[in-house]
């Protein structure tokens, strides 16, 4: 089944919150400083008839866009069918900005992780990835966003580096890059590699999407990780990532910040917004300047 | 032999506690058992057994998470 996604052109940055039951109330109530609103497609894979309205009328009021999570996509395995089935009439009823899904994988041999897990970083990770997104394609009708994955393990069996394993899916299919910032900075510092050699990797007309969020440290002192939890506020260096990203990209990108739970005040949240367009404008007006002095050279 | 036999073996490490105290004691054999080539063997051999940990404790808190909010 194709179907169709809202095909709105959007030429300037939108910025937007992860749609939360916890967070309705806030983001309602200030859709003036909210562009649009990130729903995780999982929630409704069983929902009742009234509730899939509920998110219908939801779309009238406030541009969406749908985000996986437990698809897959990123597997020797083929995707299921039927979840394709699920989101493809999704987004039918929905008509989306754009849908995204993760580059994991959930399960293997029967065993749900319950939770994205990074593949191994190989040829045949990549092939059966491009399999699973043409699959995507052709049944939903419109190419998913895809989003990197923040992991606490360094998945074994890797000969690639994750920008070379990610920018070979992108460069090779037709979905574009979500590219969640607090995933990439948590496993630069965990695994040790600068998070501007991943950016400087994926063609910048790719990356349409950004994801921002907090983490915290794990484990003991001389063996701790950065776990992406989506529990705090989004930490300096991802702003100063954003701002990098700004300066490589045109307007057009989709911004989320995703907060999962110990929610602060819907203020600190929309600041955190704010904080996120005023780093996207230093970006492009760094890019501008610099354009300028390459002109004048 | 596809990756799925090495991802189908992770998934049972990162999720079940039997099998990844049995795997940290005697790599090679649960790996050969599980059908995994020799350079799958070789890799998992030194997986990073900090991240292994910290990850099978992570899920076992969301799935406790999921569990309670399902109740």
């Known amino acids: 089944m194709a179907v169709e996604v809202n095909k709105m052109t959007i030429r300037k940055d939108c910025f937007g919150l992860g749609w939360r039951p916890q967070l309705a109330a806030g983001i309602l109530s200030n859709l003036d400083r909210i562009d649009l609103v990130e729903v995780i497609a999982d929630d409704f894979f069983s929902a009742s008839r009234h509730e899939r309205r509920a998110l219908q009328t939801l779309a009238t009021q406030v541009p969406i866009t749908l985000h996986g999570v437990s698809l897959g996509l990123a597997s020797s395995v083929p995707v299921n069918r039927r979840r394709l089935d699920f989101i493809a009439r999704l987004c039918e009823e929905v008509k989306p900005l754009s849908w995204s899904e993760h580059l994991a994988f959930v399960r293997g041999g029967g065993v749900e992780i319950g939770h994205l897990a990074a593949p191994p970083r190989c040829s045949e990770t990549i092939d059966g990835t491009l399999s699973n997104l043409t699959l995507a394609y052709n049944i939903v009708g419109v190419a998913p966003q895809v989003e990197n994955v923040a992991t606490l393990i360094d998945p074994p069996y890797s000969d690639y580096d994750e920008g070379s394993w990610v920018s070979e899916i992108i460069s090779n299919s037709k979905s574009d890059l979500l590219l969640d910032l607090h995933n990439l900075y948590a496993n630069s510092l965990n695994f040790d590699f600068n998070p501007l050699d991943f950016i400087s990797q994926i063609p910048a007309d790719r990356v349409q999407g950004i994801h921002l969020a907090g983490g915290k440290w794990v484990g003991r002192a001389n063996a701790r990780r950065l776990l992406d939890d989506h529990l705090h506020d989004v930490p300096d260096p991802v702003y100063a990532l954003l701002e990098e990203v700004g300066a490589r990209t045109e307007p057009g990108l989709m911004v989320i910040l995703e907060r999962d739970g110990d929610f602060p005040s819907i203020e600190t949240l929309l600041d955190q917004l704010e904080r996120a367009r005023r780093a996207i404008a230093r970006g492009r007006m760094r890019s501008k300047i610099n354009l300028r002095r390459e002109d004048a050279a | ?71």
């Open chain 2, 1 to 71: 032999m596809s990756v799925s036999a090495l991802e189908a073996f992770l998934a049972r490490i990162y999720v079940d506690q039997k099998a990844r105290e049995k795997f940290l004691e005697n790599r090679d054999s649960e790996a050969v058992k599980a059908g995994l080539s020799a350079g799958e063997v070789e890799a998992v051999r030194h997986i990073d057994q900090v991240g292994l940990e910290l990850l099978a404790v992570s899920l076992e808190r969301k799935r406790q998470k999921h569990h309670s909010k399902r109740r």
